[in-house]
């Protein structure tokens, strides 16, 4: 257990420092305030909050003034013109008003400022931030049918991060059994020379019913992908070499990968692991996306 849990500790603080990217450039978003018309008097907009299921008490004095104007200005999550403060004060019918808040409370209590949780409760809250992302046809880990919470995966057999990620992701699948699922998208980059032959052997798996098994092989060795290592590990998971050979160069393998970078794309992902949770791009440090899904569940 020990070790279990040092090894959690470490894939974290990897993975908490980067990802792997194409681009160098990261361009910081902000959110203006939402402007609600009818404001309360400056003295009243500085005072603490207090509201009924959300612990504002735990946090500092700076802390809770910040979350108190954000509470007061954040619009609520089921798209009332009505502040979060207010839904939740109100006890309105939007039951996801006193979850918003308490992210709120917890963003600012891990430090944020106030312009990046304005971000991520857009990302999070904001209808126009979820998208719709097409999983016909993607393997499917977890729970194929009913799941409360869809995981997507954009990743990369040749980077480093989504081979520490993977451990971490099956464990949260674990944790979370019967109530969550996570979904496989191909997004091999352009530096890693063989993240593509890699993509087309699991492609090529899935159409034997192997893919996980294929993934899998190819994380745990990710520095041996070479052609002749990517059909040994078909051999080994028990491929039907001949159809395994054929279709790993056929069209239709290379369309798959394809089409999942395009769409990847088209969300804005240009690295790797890119994880969306319910179709929102989850946009946290790596390590609190435990967290994150426990409040999705929850």
């Given at each position: ?37 009818g ?15 959300v ?16 509470l ?20 309105t ?6 979850p ?57 057999f ?10 971490l ?94 769409e990847?794309?088209?969300l ?7 994880i969306?949770?319910?179709g ?5 440090p790596?390590e ?6 426990r409040?999705?569940?929850?």
């Amino acid at each position: 257990m020990v070790e279990d849990m040092s090894l959690r500790a470490l894939l974290v603080a990897v993975l908490v420092l980067s990802g792997c990217d194409d681009e160098s450039d990261v361009v910081e978003q902000r959110v203006e305030n939402v402007n609600l018309g009818g404001r309360a008097p400056a003295a009243e907009a500085a005072a603490p909050l207090e509201l009924p299921g959300v612990d504002l008490a735990s946090l500092g004095g700076a802390d809770r003034r910040m979350a108190s104007t954000l509470l007061r200005d954040l619009l609520s999550p089921c798209g009332e013109p009505i502040s979060v403060a207010r839904c939740v004060s109100e006890g309105t019918a939007c039951n996801r008003c006193v979850p918003a808040a308490r992210y709120v409370v917890r963003l600012a209590a891990e430090g944020l400022p106030d312009h990046e949780i304005r971000t991520l409760y857009r990302n999070r809250y904001d209808p126009a931030a979820q998208k719709t992302i097409d999983l016909e046809g993607a393997p499917v880990r977890g729970t194929p049918m009913g799941a409360s919470v869809t995981l997507v995966v954009f990743s990369d057999f040749e980077c480093p991060y989504c081979r520490l990620a993977h451990p971490l992701l099956m464990q949260l699948l674990r944790e979370h059994e019967g109530r969550a699922r996570l979904a496989f998208k191909h997004f091999p980059l352009s530096m890693h020379e063989r993240a593509v032959p890699a993509a087309l052997a699991a492609a090529a798996a899935q159409n034997q019913g192997k893919f996980w098994e294929m993934h899998d092989i190819l994380f745990e060795h990710q520095d041996a992908l070479t052609d002749a290592d990517l059909e040994r590990y078909a051999r080994e998971i028990g491929l039907d070499l001949a159809r395994f050979r054929a279709d790993v160069t056929a069209e239709a393998a290379r369309e798959r990968v394809e089409r999942d970078r395009a769409e990847g794309r088209e969300l804005g992902v240009q690295g790797t692991p890119s994880i969306f949770i319910n179709g929102r791009r989850f946009e946290e440090p790596f390590e609190n996306l435990s967290v994150f899904l426990r409040e999705e569940l929850d």
